[in-house]
């Protein structure tokens, strides 16, 4: 992002204040976009911030939520280890000179007492930590029904219920015009344009490109979790895929033959692959041949840090390596 005079955002931590806030925006005349994340942020983060900025027309006010989300994440998941830097995020916001306010509520939901039973473990459904918690108070939750299965669905049973339902919340709560996602999470971004059309949310949402480290390795949070070894060979995911998309460049289409090498690359490199789907781009749909727009899709572990990452074939049309 280019240099900028330094702006630091208004801190909400307030619901009511924050919907207030969007609402004075509006009365403005100002467009209100939204970026959601769950802090920790990195380059990839602050070109949400930029694709939000390019995405409105006129003025525009754009808030950045920061709220790590219980109910995405399985007892058994990282969400006790998710890192965090609010002092830092907030600077690395105010240097880009564009983002208003940060939304960062200490808690989005409602809480019941530890003493009853969650609904979820009640109707023996999947338990997320926010029910862990005690939290049955809150029972309302949005599925996305066949697009939160497959991919990242499989082995985190109640994430896209978790995401889908929070970023419902933060849409009611901010009302933005524009909502901005990163393609580094594509299924994620899939199920959120699913259930705005599905739902009839007034909210245009953008998917924004994967951005990456200097030797191609996503950026992500998480990334601060692997040891100097690990990330060295995470380095596997990336390769794998840059060079699977020049197989298929050079017409080389079966799904399986290019999946079995992305995981012999990962495998041999000392990742544990969690799937390789190679997908149709909307309905993330696997395909057999790479005959069409598709995706590959990949999440691997690197000791306890599981990585995702993707890179999307235009079979068609005389792809320009990037990364
Ligand atoms: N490298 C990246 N390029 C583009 N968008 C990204 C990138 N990393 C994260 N995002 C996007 O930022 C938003 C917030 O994501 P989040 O705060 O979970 O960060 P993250 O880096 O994806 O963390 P995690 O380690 O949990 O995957 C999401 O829409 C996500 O897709
Ligand atoms: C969209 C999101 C902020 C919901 O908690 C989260 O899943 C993320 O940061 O990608
Ligand atoms: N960016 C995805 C958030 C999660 O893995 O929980």
């Not at 979820?120 to 949005?142: K, P, Q, Y």
């Not at 949310?201 to 692997?226: H, K, P, T, W, Y």
């Not at 999946?259 to 544990?272: L, M, N, S």
């Amino acid at each position: 992002m280019a240099a900028a005079a330094v702006h630091e955002p208004e801190v909400i931590r307030d619901k009511a204040a924050m919907r207030a806030w969007s609402r004075r925006r509006r009365a403005e005349g100002k467009a209100v976009a939204l970026v959601p994340t769950m802090g920790f942020l990195h380059e990839g983060h602050l070109s949400l911030v930029s694709a939000a900025v390019a995405a409105s027309a006129g003025p525009v006010a754009v808030v950045v939520s920061i709220y790590v989300n219980p109910s995405q994440f399985a007892p058994t998941e990282d969400l006790a280890t998710y890192p965090s830097d609010f002092a830092g995020d907030l600077g690395k916001l105010a240097a880009t000179g564009v983002v208003a306010a940060v939304f960062c509520p200490p808690d989005l939901y409602v809480r019941g007492s530890a003493d009853r039973p969650s609904a979820a473990s009640a109707s023996g459904g999947a338990v997320s930590c926010l029910e862990d918690a005690g939290g049955h108070a809150h029972e309302t939750w949005i599925r996305v029904e066949r697009l939160e299965k497959g991919l990242c669905g499989s082995s985190r049973p109640v994430f896209f219920r978790g995401v889908a339902t929070v970023v419902a919340k933060l849409f009611n709560i901010v009302e933005p015009d524009v909502a901005v996602f990163g393609k580094k999470d594509y299924q994620q971004w899939r199920v959120i344009c699913r259930m705005v059309r599905d739902l009839d949310f007034a909210i245009q949402i953008v998917g924004s490109e994967v951005v990456r480290e200097a030797d191609g390795l996503a950026m992500s949070s998480r990334n601060v979790n692997l040891s100097e070894e690990d990330r060295k060979k995470a380095l596997s995911i990336s390769r794998s895929l840059v060079d699977a998309r020049t197989a298929t460049l050079s017409g080389s289409n079966r799904s399986q033959e290019i999946k079995d090498q992305i995981v012999r690359t990962i495998t041999e490199a000392g990742g544990q692959v969690d799937y390789v789907e190679i997908v149709e781009q909307e309905s993330l749909v696997p395909v057999e041949r790479m005959d069409r727009p598709c995706v590959i899709c990949v999440a691997a572990w690197f000791g306890k840090v599981r990585l995702i990452d993707n890179i999307e074939i235009h079979v068609d049309s005389s792809t320009v390596l990037s990364i």
